[in-house]
């Protein structure tokens, strides 16, 4: 995989050191993808990871922007790391990208309009329309951008979302599912959901991939290619395990995650189920939706 980064970014190298081949390009050709992420997730350094682990096993040459908001400053992140490798919004906006990825945020019990970055978030859903050829919202950004987009509430669920769920594809001829084959396991983490009747009900949707347990999967705008995810396929193999372990040792009430370590047993290490696939999902995107008609 060819693939063009902000240059020095450590999380280059914890990929590398986790036994990844990353093949680094200098200069964007003709030929190469430019991916957008913004990253509203806490651990920027890790999701950053996440994602350059998808594209490592991408055959195109891909250049990735990383992009965050003018109107907030992370927490969790430390300003020289954002000033270096981050570009704001502003600085993109005149820009076009052949995809944008819009991750999930710790915030799922705020109301929209009491996030103080909503008003942003909003003209960059507007922005993307013009200056993106495909648009992937992901987890707490697919439900803001249900919401934005058709008025659709998310709903606080009774227990938390959490572990590992078998997904069937509504339509296994969807470009989006090339060579992947029966059941998607996908990672769930979430406290929110979205009323599967609410999407099926909404003529501008079209679900392509549900659970019986987890819900709605993933859904398209339909006469565009924008999708909308509510799991988290990016995740790495131990993510769960770190949730898990943070909450007990903050004596907050969480569950096992459900299908995730091998025999449901915490002293055992996970089965790695959806990566393979989600490498394939991520992949399949890029080919067939991002590349400019």
Not at 170 to 176: E, W, Y
Request: negative net charge; charged residues 25%.
């Amino acid at each position: 995989m060819p693939l063009k980064l902000p240059a020095g970014l450590p999380a280059l190298q914890r990929v590398i050191d986790e036994g990844y081949a990353v093949e680094l390009i200098k200069e964007s050709t003709a030929h190469t993808f430019r991916i957008a992420l913004l990253n509203l997730m806490p651990m920027k350094e890790t999701t950053e990871a996440d994602f350059i682990r998808l594209f490592a096993s991408s055959t195109e040459n891909i250049e990735l922007t990383l992009l965050k908001l003018d109107t907030h400053t992370p927490k969790h992140a430390s300003p020289e790391h954002m000033e270096r490798y981050y570009k704001s919004f502003g600085e993109v906006a005149a820009e076009r990208f052949d995809g944008l990825i819009i991750t999930g945020a710790p915030i799922e019990k705020i109301e929209y309009e009491e996030v103080t970055y909503w008003p942003e978030l909003c003209s960059i859903f507007e922005w993307a329309k013009k200056s993106v050829t495909s648009t992937l919202f992901i987890c707490w950004a697919a439900q803001a951008g249900v919401y934005q987009k058709f008025g659709i509430q998310k709903v606080l669920l009774k227990e938390k979302m959490f572990g590992i769920f078998p997904h069937t594809v509504a339509a296994p001829q969807h470009p989006l599912f090339t060579g992947i084959e029966g059941v998607i396991n996908v990672p769930h983490s979430r406290h929110t959901g979205l009323r599967r009747e609410d999407i099926v009900t909404e003529e501008r949707l079209e679900l392509l991939s549900e659970s019986s347990e987890s819900g709605v999967y993933i859904m398209q705008e339909r006469g565009t290619r924008n999708f909308f995810i509510t799991g988290h396929s990016e995740y790495a193999l131990m993510t769960l395990d770190g949730e898990y372990r943070r909450d007990i040792a903050k004596g907050l009430p969480i569950a096992l995650p459900k299908n995730y370590y091998r025999d449901n047993n915490p002293s055992n290490l996970p089965v790695n189920s959806w990566q393979t696939t989600a490498r394939k999902l991520f992949g399949n995107w890029i080919e067939h939706y991002c590349k400019q008609n």
